[in-house]
């Protein structure tokens, strides 16, 4: 039989040694070359695929494969996942990132999902980077995962996933190794977050990145202060051990270790590993620059998505355990601080109009305290610049930010209670496309705030002309005093924050 060997592949490996992807392509092609040079028409060449997959064994033996769980070299073999839909404006960023680490990465795949811009011209444009397509994927980034995770993870060791708008500091991945490798107990590590101040074109994108910069490095603070542990092992930028995750896919018999039904499936993941005992943890050290949200359709459609996301996970846990303590605080700490302002507020207005207001410099102290916080979080702030002090010393940045969190947290609770259904990765994709998604939050809060006019001209009608004193006095006795406990409340939590120790780790 005469083997006719087919031409050498183009970006051949030069005067490296041959890596895995070269050794199957030149398998590939002697046995391609080997079966259509001798098959005659209708006999062999219908078997081609029998005949390679036989073979394989043998080439595999005489050339060598890296193991599953050690490299050639004895060091763990790492794998990149990077799911992308229209990311044309940011994936070379990420690449770039990616190639540049100083802990080489093994395989560096891209996963494709539906683009229809020019990412995918792009990617192509670097060596040593894989492009995989999704294939019938219905469930957006998590399908992209998945397909990736059934093609690629289980001749790795740690399983990279990575945002494609997301950029690692050099030395991350080679800091999460490490932590890794430090703590066997580990599922996951994932980097510290923040985001470039320089991505903001215009005065107010760059404010809404300062927004995300305060509230990242303050959720942060809090995760460092609690031993590193965290709740999330964000999508951004965490390093994971294949192995737990292999665990998760096989106890809860998916596909792959992420649940397609949920709307954050890093956070659903994160509890499916803390259930199984295993440690999930903040590095020390890494940094990433996640992708910041420089319009406000964006920011809204991306956090109606994680709200809602965490919303659901919650009510289905219904109870505080040990892996939704946190959240649930959180949650109740948002919807308490939007009360006490509504309430403040309301009781501000039925005062005034009767003319039972009295004024006392004792209400500046729990504004004083919110001040010195915001200080402090933007004092640590990566990157701080003098703006990130002035934005915390002026108090209507951070109401602002505070009621836009509060809208969010409370319309995705309803949306939770009254059992409407949102797809969330849709409407953030339109969102920061500026088609639609978050885009009616605007329309949707001015309703909210005219229908509340009215119900208030109604309300302070009745109060003026029909309500007795004896109930006047009532309801103004009743509400300040509930306004006084609550706010007294939020004043000793946020004095606890102030002065908790930060244990030298930096957000």
Request: overall charge positive.
């Amino acid at each position: 039989m005469t083997i006719m060997l087919a031409p050498r592949r183009a970006g051949t490996t030069g005067g490296r040694a041959p890596s895995d992807d070269d050794l199957d392509a030149r398998f590939a092609d002697v046995v391609d070359g080997a079966v259509l040079a001798s098959a005659p028409a209708g006999g062999f060449r219908a078997s081609l695929q029998q005949v390679r997959a036989g073979a394989a064994k043998s080439w595999r033996s005489m050339f060598g494969r890296r193991s599953a769980t050690k490299a050639t070299l004895g060091r763990p073999r790492i794998l990149a996942l990077v799911p992308a839909h229209n990311e044309e404006a940011d994936i070379a960023r990420t690449i770039e990132g990616l190639l540049a680490q100083t802990r080489p990465i093994d395989r560096i795949v891209v996963i494709l999902d539906n683009c229809t811009d020019g990412t995918e011209a792009i990617v192509r444009r670097y060596q040593g980077v894989t492009v995989q397509h999704t294939v019938g994927n219905i469930d957006k980034k998590v399908g992209a995962l998945t397909q990736g995770w059934q093609q690629w993870a289980l001749d790795h060791d740690f399983v990279l996933g990575v945002d494609a708008d997301t950029v690692l500091a050099k030395d991350a991945l080679e800091q999460l190794e490490a932590e890794m490798v430090r703590v066997p107990s580990a599922a996951g590590v994932m980097c510290r977050y923040t985001f470039d101040i320089n991505l903001g074109t215009t005065f107010f994108a760059r404010q809404l990145i300062r927004a995300q910069r305060m509230d990242f490095a303050s959720w942060l603070t809090d995760i460092m202060a609690r031993n590193r542990s965290t709740y999330v092992l964000g999508g951004q930028a965490t390093l994971f051990r294949t192995k737990h995750l292999q665990q998760v896919t096989t106890d809860l018999e998916r596909n792959s270790p992420w649940d397609p039904d949920a709307q954050v499936e890093d956070m659903e993941l994160t509890w499916r590993l803390h259930e199984m005992g295993r440690k999930t943890l903040v590095s020390a050290t890494a940094r990433a620059y996640a992708g910041p949200m420089v319009t406000m359709k964006g920011l809204m459609g991306q956090r109606r998505k994680w709200d809602e996301g965490m919303a659901a996970l919650l009510w289905r846990h219904k109870m505080p355990d040990k892996n939704t303590f946190i959240p649930w605080k959180q949650q109740f700490s948002m919807l308490a601080n939007g009360l006490v302002r509504l309430l403040f507020l309301a009781m501000l207005i039925a005062a005034l109009t009767v003319h039972q207001f009295t004024w006392s410099p004792i209400w500046l102290i729990p504004i004083a305290i919110g001040v010195a916080l915001n200080v402090k979080i933007a004092w640590r702030v990566p990157d701080r610049r003098p703006a990130d002090i002035v934005y915390a010393l002026l108090v209507f940045p951070a109401e602002l930010w505070l009621i836009t969190r509060v809208w969010s947290t409370a319309v995705s609770w309803l949306n939770i209670w009254f059992g409407a259904r949102r797809d969330g990765w849709a409407a953030q994709a339109a969102a920061e496309a500026g088609k639609g998604g978050g885009s009616g939050v605007i329309g949707k809060m001015l309703a909210v705030i005219l229908l509340g006019g009215a119900a208030v001209a109604g309300a302070t009608w009745w109060w003026v002309t029909q309500a007795s004193v004896q109930v006047q006095e009532t309801v103004l006795t009743t509400g300040w005093s509930v306004v006084t406990v609550m706010t007294l409340a939020l004043t000793g939590f946020a004095l606890i924050k102030l002065f908790k120790p930060t244990r030298g780790y930096r957000p």
